[in-house]
């Protein structure tokens, strides 16, 4: 349950996510389309910030290739219709087993190696990947960006929202139910101490590769959804600047949260960086600072800001005076 909530109390928390969850179904009825739009953006960014908290956030692995396997999602979906004609859903199913396969294999290649390496080599498929994507222009259209029909036959975003929603919902509480199982307290236990861990009995190179792979296709699953969605696949979605978002939303919310966590930082950065876009490059800068300020008063996050602050003002039981 630390994984999902934090530290902070189970009650207030489950009525909190209760009355935000009413606010959410309520809300686009409120919106204009740009708007909507923001918070379809934001659901996505929710679920790619909590896969990847559980990834390094909870087992320690630090990849720099989660944006990949999204973008490997939309594509495979993407090329399949591009090039075969394929109907869209056979293209969407396609997606999450072409994100495991290549999630599985960069696994068993670099998930022995830790800390830096493991980060350096993510990094270096990632950019392959972003590479021979952008310079193939005869299969994926490279800069040009790759069409690709909207998945419900329109542009208008509030269908959308509510299946964004659902979808994000869905993979929250699929995560949930990963780490209450004794897979989570596995995880948990390579994060703590690796070699304990493998003391213990506990198979770390089975469990990492596990968890590696368990994100990859949840990842590329939310990519098909977004690619079909925005209609138009391009690499600017696998440029490093998509990673660094996403540690910012993760390090925001609170690495090791991945469920108020992500929530929080995914849906304020992302309406930030939507609302700071006529800085162009400059809003990296402005989130660097942000970021910094934020690890300079509380290193975990937002998340564990507002619970010292709940704690704070707490009113603190008085103990009656014996004699």
Known sequence: ????LGNLNRRPVQVILAVILVILVALPYGLNDY??????V????????????????????FSLAHHTFAAIGGYTSGLLIWHFEVPMWLGILAAPFVSLAFGFLLGVIVLRMSSIYLAVATWAFAEVIRIMVSANFKLTRGDAGLNVPPLLGTLDPFPYYYLFLGLMLFFLLLMYAVVNMPIGSFMQAIKDDDLAASAMGINTTRWRLFVF????????TIGVFYGHYIALLSPVTMRFEEMAKLIIMAVVGGLGTTFLGPIVGATSIEFLFEYAREYGQWRMVIFAIIVIGLMRVERNGVISLVQRGYYALRPREVKPRVG
């Open 1 to 4: 349950m630390k994984l999902l």
């Open 35 to 40: 708007t909507q739009h923001i918070m379809i």
């Open 42 to 61: 934001s659901f996505y960014y929710i679920v790619m910030v909590a896969s990847w908290n559980l990834l390094a956030g909870y087992t320690g692995q």
């Open 213 to 220: 792979s368990f994100t990859s296709v949840i990842a590329g």
